[in-house]
């Protein structure tokens, strides 16, 4: 594996589906060689029934781990209202962080359009309830989104992964949410879009994440052979927002490790 650079503040991964497949049965060497690199906190991205419960159960056993709980939109045709009862109970769990993966996704539509609403719509009622923040997804899917979380008045959460152009940045930064990005920035062609919204996304709004093991970084200068995304590619993602933003990268990972704090409502010793 490429050794990368390896800072002495701390970094926090806030998206790694830890336990997909391709992760889970090697899970303790990816944890170690994340953090030989500096990423010393991991938030598991809880998307479906399973992911959430098996997300949880690592994270009440590990000092590094947190986690969040929630139906993506891929699965709003297929949860039954006992895995959202699981959902409801793990949400209020300490060391479950937010609730979600959720939102809406309407470029592969693998559920019907009125599903992922109504899905969505749940996690943001539960979400206001239980005062806890969100872990947003939206493809191809803005303006419903930005709705829904106007009508529910969401002010508390991340929109993960994200993706666009400033325009839509600024929406989504006006509800005082969190902009998290991942390796889609190093990305030479789809990423374009995304490095010019950065380079206007106010430092004291951004999260970092791999969403490991998906979207792996375009640009290491070694991949690995699998091309499986890792949380130990998080500085090197880290390095490309300090390039594109011109700014030193110690003072934006601790601005980094503050804003993961706020966004989760985590304590330093945690
Ligand atoms: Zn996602």
Not at 123 to 141: G, S, T, Y
Not at 206 to 220: F, I, N
Request: net charge negative; with cysteine.
């Amino acid at each position: 594996m490429p050794k990368i650079q390896s800072y002495n503040n701390k970094l926090i991964d806030i998206g790694l589906n830890l336990t997909h497949p391709s992760l889970i049965d090697r899970y303790e060497s990816i944890i170690n060689d994340a953090y030989d690199v500096g990423v010393n906190y991991f938030i598991l991205t809880g998307s479906d029934y399973n992911s959430s419960v098996e997300s949880y159960n690592l994270a009440k056993n590990n000092k590094l781990f947190f986690s969040t709980a929630g139906i993506h939109p891929h699965y709003a045709d297929t949860y039954n209202n006992n895995d959202f009862r699981i959902i409801e109970e793990l949400s209020s769990e300490n060391k479950v962080v937010a609730v979600g993966e959720c939102g809406l996704d309407f470029h592969r539509n693998l559920s019907s359009k009125i599903n992922q609403i109504n899905c969505l719509q749940a996690h943001l009622v539960l979400a206001n309830e239980i005062n806890k923040p969100l872990f947003l997804h939206q493809r191809d899917a803005h303006m419903e989104l930005y709705e829904n979380l106007i009508d529910f008045k969401v002010n508390k959460g991340v929109l993960h992964s994200f993706t666009e152009d400033k325009n839509i940045m600024r929406q989504y930064l006006d509800l005082n949410l969190y902009i998290g990005i991942t390796g889609w920035l190093c990305d030479p062609q789809r990423g374009q879009e995304l490095r010019e919204a950065v380079k206007y996304l106010p430092i004291e709004s951004l999260l970092v994440e791999t969403d490991a093991p998906y979207l792996l970084p375009k640009d290491l200068a070694i991949k690995p052979k699998d091309r499986i995304n890792l949380p130990q590619f998080l500085p090197h993602i880290v390095q490309r927002i300090a390039e594109i933003k011109k700014i030193e990268i110690e003072p934006l990972v601790s601005q980094i490790y503050r804003n993961t704090l706020n966004c989760f409502g985590l304590t330093d010793d945690a």
